[in-house]
Structure formats: structure tokens, C-alpha cells
């Protein structure tokens, strides 16, 4: 049978793709609670059928659950019914909040699946119905995204920051400014003989651009500090072997994450843990003691050290306290580095803790601790932490989240400088303001994303 299609916004579904959808929205597993939503047309009628007349609009109502089959109970819970288009989806759509034991969830799920007209949703499902029925712009879906996977204080507060609606007000606003440019360009072509100023309206038009141009500018470059927050901070624990590396990894996370042993060469590969530092992401790694060997396992770890260190935000090179001082090798010369002198507990000599100012050899800050007794290792994550918040606040500005989103802002600079061009055709003009509204409209998700939606909304869980 041949597919039949419906236009739904600016996008093409098929009517199997339209029909009522429903999923677990809570956490897989035993828990006290359990969400199921649904959402589509067939919404009313499955609730009706499940637990007698529908609750009022948005108003919790305790309901006994009942298989239409064998009419016996699947469980008590809350039931609530959000009518469209005043709802997540925009859609006719609701909730069963029942037990979360696996048996209830199950059985409640396998009778859905039964019904006619339900299917079982696919992954970021209902926030795409969302953005269909322009509930959501694509800015703000892709800021649920980051609110689901945050971990840390800070990403959770990038993404209320997304999702706040500051970028696409400011995407609006330059739009609203570009359409108006364009209405003049497109008078002066369809009146250009009954006009005798068309170059006072293309000057004015200039102006406009130039000004749109100078607050995108600022947007299209990489944005580190974002990039930090989304994907953490990369802190790199290198120095010679037996340095110590490992022992401070373990004492900052407080776990055995590494082995720890005191012959040299132990560590071959990286070891990567995500922490959390007063609310910022910290990747911290450990790596290979890095020296000349001629083992060809310890080598292929230092050239992977050498390497990792090349993207890190920030290494601490570290040196035992009371031994010849190991300069760090010249691949690291231009990078973040600090001085960390370890084992302080092996010698008898009153600690000389400076923790800035202090340059070493290399002329990086040094600060002297005991990873085994935790003396001063208070005193370094405070400074990790200092650090990361000064490498990762964006407070007060314009958030561009993602390359997505940043290369729709280019090509709109693009467009607008082309615009700008004193010696163009009024109609190339016209086309260049066309070009810039298509990739703002692109940016927040009114044209031109049918090639990214599946990678944003893939990101999301099956319920959400």
C-alpha cells in the first residue's frame, strides 16, 4: 500500500508517524514511581478506556487502572489529562503516575501496546512533537537535551540559560530588522521607475546589516568557555614516572581509580575521571610518566600523553619534593601548566607553600603537597576549582551552544556582508537578505533542519 503523507509545519510525516504515541517517561527499573505518557490523537479515548471518564484538564485525578481485555485491575494511581493544544506536544495528551514496580510498568505497557491506534514512541518523540506544533523552538529542544545529560551545576545552568529564550528573542528581533530591509530593496525594484531615491533606502539598508553584522561577529568564533561547560574541562596529570600521578588521582576522586605502585613505568594508557568541582565539569586524566624508554609499550604511552596534552585547558606537571627538579619537555612549553612538587611527607623540611607567584624552572606555579597524607590537597582543588570557574563562566552573555548553531550564524554573516556591497545588483542584494533570514529561520528551527533532527532528538530518552 502505497504511503500517504501530511504536511505538518515545514516537515513531511507519514500517517503512521502521526498516530497516538506513548512511552515510559521515569527511569527504567524498581522505583516508587513510574510516569507513562501518551500523546496523539487517540489520547481521550485510550484514557477513557483505561480508567473510566476523563479527569479534569490538568488536574490530577486517583484512578483505578483496568485491562480492557479481562477488565481487571493493573494498578492505582494518578491519572491527568492535558487537552491540546495546551500541552507539552501540543497535542491531545497524558500521564499515568503508577507504582514503579517492573511487574505494573510491564503489564500497563503491553496493554497500550495492544490498543489500537498506540504505537511505542521513538527516542526525543514528544519533544519533536513539540517542536512541530511550535511548542518549542529547535533552540530550546536542544537546550532540554543538554538539561537531560547535565551532571554538574554549571551545565544545568547553561541549559536553563538556552532555554530561556535570550538567543532566539535577539535571532528574532535581527530577522523582524532583515525583513523590513528587505520590503525596502523590494520596493526600489518593483517602483524603480516611479522613485528617484532608491539609493536613500539601499544606504539605510547598508546600515542595518552593518549593524546585525557587528553583534554576529562575536557569535561565529569558538566559544571555549561553552565547549568547557558542555564537555568539561580537561586537566591533565603528566610529570616523570613515579612522580606520583596516580596517587594523586586516587586522592582527588577518593577511590582506587588507578594502581598505584612504586616501580616506575606502571601506567601505559590514559585514565580518564569526570568530576565535579564546585558545580563545574573536570575531566582530570592520568597518564604515562614521561621519559625516554625502550619499552615499546611504555613509549606508545608517553606519545599518547604528549598527545592528549595538546587539548587539555590545563596540565599539573608534577616532581617529587627533594629530588633533582624534572623539567616538563618542550611539547608542553605553551601550555597551562602548574608546578606540583609531591611527596612532601618523604622529607623532613618545613613546607614552603606559595600558592601563587611561586615560579619554578620552567616558570610555572609550583605549590608543594602529600597526595598520601592530604596535606595542601585542599589548597589544589580549591585552585582547580578557581580555575575552572574562571575558564568556564558565561554569565551575562549571548550563548551560542553548539556548532550547529554557530555555523547558522556564520553563513547569516556571510549573507549580510555580501549585502553590504556598494557595487551590487539591487536584486543580489535582496537575495543576500533572503539568504541571511533562511539561516537565522535555520537556527531556531522555522526552515532548512529536516538533516540534523534525528542526530538532536537521538540524544533524547524514549519518554521525553
Not at 516611479?194 to 568564533?221: N, Q
Not at 607553600?353 to 603537597?369: D, H, T
Request: hydrophobic letters at 40%; one cysteine or more.
Amino acid at each position: 500500500m502505497a504511503e500517504t503523507t501530511t504536511w505538518v509545519g515545514w516537515m513531511t510525516y507519514s500517517l503512521e508517524d502521526r498516530r497516538t504515541i506513548f512511552a515510559l517517561a521515569s527511569g527504567l527499573g524498581k522505583a516508587a514511581i513510574a510516569v507513562i505518557r501518551i500523546s496523539g490523537p487517540d489520547s481521550a479515548q485510550t484514557i477513557e478506556t483505561l480508567v473510566g471518564q476523563l479527569p479534569r484538564p490538568r488536574q490530577a485525578s486517583f484512578r483505578k487502572i483496568i485491562d480492557p481485555n479481562d477488565r481487571k485491575i493493573i494498578d492505582g494511581g494518578l491519572v491527568l489529562w492535558f487537552p491540546g493544544p495546551n500541552s507539552f506536544t501540543g497535542e491531545d495528551s497524558g500521564e499515568f503516575q503508577v507504582h514503579g514496580s517492573r511487574a505494573v510498568v510491564s503489564l500497563l505497557l503491553k496493554v497500550l501496546c495492544r490498543m489500537p491506534g498506540l504505537r511505542l514512541a521513538k527516542p526525543g518523540e514528544f519533544a519533536r512533537r513539540a517542536l512541530e506544533n511550535n511548542q518549542l523552538d529547535l533552540v530550546a529542544i536542544e537546550a532540554l537535551g543538554d538539561l537531560i545529560e547535565a551532571e554538574t551545576e554549571q551545565q544545568r545552568r547553561l541549559a536553563i540559560e538556552q532555554a530561556g529564550g535570550h538567543l532566539q528573542e535577539t535571532v528574532e528581533h535581527w530577522r523582524n530588522d532583515l525583513i523590513d530591509s528587505l520590503v525596502m530593496i523590494e520596493c526600489d525594484l518593483d517602483f524603480s521607475d516611479e522613485m528617484d531615491a532608491p539609493s536613500i533606502s539601499r544606504a539605510k539598508v547598508r546600515v542595518k546589516c552593518e549593524e546585525i553584522l557587528r553583534s554576529l561577529t562575536p557569535l561565529t568564533a569558538e566559544d571555549a568557555q561553552v565547549e568547557r561547560i558542555r564537555e568539561g574541562m580537561t586537566v591533565l596529570i603528566a610529570g616523570p614516572p613515579n612522580a606520583g600521578k596516580s596517587t594523586l588521582l586516587n586522592a582527588i576522586t577518593r577511590r582506587d581509580v588507578a594502581i598505584v605502585s612504586e616501580r616506575a613505568g606502571t601506567t601505559r594508557d590514559l585514565i580518564e575521571v569526570k568530576l565535579d568541582l564546585g558545580g563545574f565539569p573536570v575531566n582530570l586524566i592520568d597518564t604515562a610518566g614521561i621519559r625516554a624508554s625502550d619499552d615499546p609499550l611504555e613509549r606508545e604511552g608517553v606519545q599518547r600523553a604528549l598527545k592528549k596534552s595538546a587539548a587539555a585547558d590545563l596540565i599539573l606537571w608534577l616532581s617529587p619534593v627533594g629530588e633533582a627538579y624534572c623539567a616538563p619537555p618542550r611539547e608542553l612549553a605553551d601550555r597551562p601548566l602548574w608546578g606540583v612538587l609531591t611527596k612532601s611527607d618523604a622529607v623532613d623540611h618545613k613546607m614552603q607553600l606559595e600558592v601563587s607567584g611561586n615560579q619554578g624552572p620552567a616558570g610555572e606555579s609550583k605549590i608543594e603537597i602529600s597526595a598520601k597524607t592530604g596535606r595542601n590537597l585542599d589548597i589544589l582543588i580549591k585552585r582547580l576549582e578557581s580555575y575552572a570557574r574562571l575558564s568556564m563562566s558565561v554569565e551575562g552573555s549571548l550563548i551560542v551552544a553548539n556548532e550547529r548553531q554557530r555555523s547558522a550564524i556564520r553563513s547569516a554573516a556571510v549573507a549580510l556582508k555580501a549585502a553590504t556591497d556598494e557595487n551590487a545588483p539591487l536584486e543580489i542584494v535582496a537575495e543576500d537578505l533572503r539568504r541571511a533570514c533562511f539561516f537565522l529561520e535555520s537556527l531556531i528551527g522555522r526552515v532548512g533542519v529536516d538533516d540534523v533532527l534525528e542526530r538532536i532528538f537521538a540524544r533524547f530518552c524514549i519518554g521525553k
